[in-house]
């Protein structure tokens, strides 16, 4: 009897694959040939799947995007509500789960390599345009909500525009993940994460006063 393969894991298999090329060669250069070669497949076993190299690029780019969002929502999860926590709790709690669009890791450094690579292809091919809005919205989405939530608790300064610090916010996602996934001998995970967390805490408000001991 032929062999049962499975659709779906063949093809977590093909984006692996896919991951793999873009970030060793380059996304441009990940074809068909190329990832089936990376995945040990023959092309036709390929073309199964995807009937050209947009395709797969779309399908690629759409699975890392599910798996970020996957991630970010069991952090949100695991976090719940900020109230409760002292205020210092809060921002660590914010800076871990926006590190999570950061290349903290190697796996990570994969996801930001590819996601700019495919930012650059989406500039000029409208095929890709509407995936690469979706990341841009969903990252101003996520900080909006974490700006909100510190907010809630009182743990953000006075008189703080949340629109403009959302804008703030992510422009420095943006750049450390940049800057990190070129440079990873420049900008390191413990610097970039740190940059962060100066970040956060630079909109804290300030902390309540003791009150004076009885003389």
């Known amino acids: 009897m032929p062999k049962q393969v499975d659709p779906d894991a063949r093809r977590r298999e093909v984006v692996d694959a896919l991951f793999r090329v873009a970030v060793r060669d380059g996304l441009q250069r990940a074809s ?43 952090r949100v999860e695991e976090i719940g509500e900020f109230a409760g926590h002292s205020r210092a709790q809060q921002f660590r709690l914010a800076a871990g789960l926006l590190g999570e669009l950061l290349p903290l890791g190697e796996d990570r450094r994969a996801e930001v390599i590819v996601f700019l690579d495919f930012s650059a292809a989406a500039r000029t091919n409208p095929a890709f345009a509407d995936l690469a809005e979706q990341t841009a919205t969903g990252t101003r989405r996520l900080v909006r909500r974490v700006l909100d939530r510190l907010a809630q608790t009182g743990a953000l300064g006075d008189g703080r525009d949340l629109t403009v610090e959302t804008e703030r916010l992510a422009a420095l996602l943006d750049g450390l993940g940049l800057g990190a996934a070129l440079h990873p001998h420049v900008l390191g995970p413990d610097r970039c994460a740190e940059a962060l967390r100066t970040h956060l805490a630079d909109l804290a408000a300030p902390a309540p006063r003791a009150p004076d001991a009885p003389a």
Do not use: K
């Open 32 to 74: 068909l040939r190329a990832v089936a070669d990376e995945a040990g497949l023959n092309i036709g076993s390929l073309r199964h799947y995807f009937a050209g190299q947009q395709e797969l690029m779309r399908f690629a780019m759409q699975s890392m995007l599910d798996r970020v969002g996957d991630r970010l929502l069991r």
